[in-house]
Every structure is written in C-alpha cells, then in structure tokens.
C-alpha cells in the first residue's frame, strides 16, 4: 500500500460510509489581502499555523504537520496549539458551509490522548451541528497519523449578518477549487 493509500485510507477511517473520494480544496479568500497574518491560516505568518482546508461532504477537513516549536511536553503537542487547529477549523465551517463570518464565543475541549510532535500528520474534521439565528454549533475532532481521536471540541460561534462580515472581516465568500484532488502532506 502506498502512502497515498494510507493517507486516504486513514482520512475515512472516521467515515465508514463513505465510499469515494471527493475531497476539494478551499480557496482561501484573504490569501492576497495586504497585512492578512491569521495564526491559524495565513500562509505566510511564519509563527503560525498555516493550516490549509478542504471540502469533504458536509464536512471541513484539514491535515496538518506538527512541528518541534509548537510542543508543550517533551514531544507532545501542547494543549493549546490542539485548542488553536480546533478553533480555526471551525471558524471554517462558518466561512464555508454559512457563507459569512463570526467569532467563537465558547469552546469545550476534550482531550483524549496525547500527540507526539513526531508524528508525520494529524487530520482535522468539523462538520456544523446545529444552527439557531446567528449562532452556530461546530463539533471537531482531531486525529493523529493512526487515525486515533485524540481530542474533540464543540465550538459556538456567534455569526455576523454578511454586510456586517463584509464589512468588518474583507468577506464576500469562501468557494473551492474545481477539481478534486488529494492533498499531500
């Protein structure tokens, strides 16, 4: 089996049902705005993240290399970078699935197994869960390399009306490249 595979393999492991692969890439919609330096997504914060995402159904989804600097314990990813990766996933699904912005007034963590800073990748999935008026349940999970869940969150975000995400956040809408791909790490 190649590395591909493996990859692939792992991403559904979460999704039993699902049955071919679709996953599409996210244009980041302030990738060319001057002075954008997101932690979570900008590809040029050097400190960051730079956490890329795709679109798999009704789902976010995100693979993302850990890094020696963002360790808490020896070789162990510190809580609050998992916190962050959770956090930015989920403020994605607002952009893409709600098609505006907002921000997170509340998030419950759980965390379930540590994550090593050696580990070759950890995928992110978050899909919306409920939504009433301008507030937005998000459940995200984080996974390492073995497809284990190693921590959860339940996000709420309040959502701004989307004059008010225009206006305030330089949003007009979050869309996906066409064509399928398979994103490598």
């Known amino acids: 089996m190649t590395n591909i595979e493996r990859l692939i393999e792992r991403l559904y492991e979460s999704k039993p049902d699902k049955e071919e692969y679709d996953m599409k890439k996210i244009i980041n919609p302030w990738k060319d705005m001057e002075g954008y330096n997101c932690f979570g997504c900008s590809p040029d914060n050097e400190a960051g993240v730079r956490m890329e995402f795709y679109e798999d159904g009704d789902e976010v989804v995100s693979i993302w290399k850990p890094r020696p600097e963002y360790q808490g314990w020896l070789n162990t990813l510190h809580g609050g970078i998992q916190s962050v990766l959770l956090d930015e996933i989920c403020g994605w699904v607002v952009f893409r699935k709600l098609q505006t912005g907002g921000v997170t007034s509340k998030m ?73 791909i398979l994103p490598l790490i």
């Open 108 to 180: 419950e963590t759980r965390f379930r197994k540590s994550i090593s800073t050696n580990d070759t990748h950890v995928v992110l999935r978050a899909s919306l869960r409920e939504q009433k008026r301008n507030i937005a349940i998000i459940e995200a999970r984080l996974y390492n390399s073995m497809g284990e869940l190693c921590t959860e969150a339940t996000c709420t975000y309040f959502t701004f009306p989307k004059e008010k995400a225009e206006a305030e956040m330089h949003f007009h809408s979050c869309e996906v490249e066409q064509e399928e």
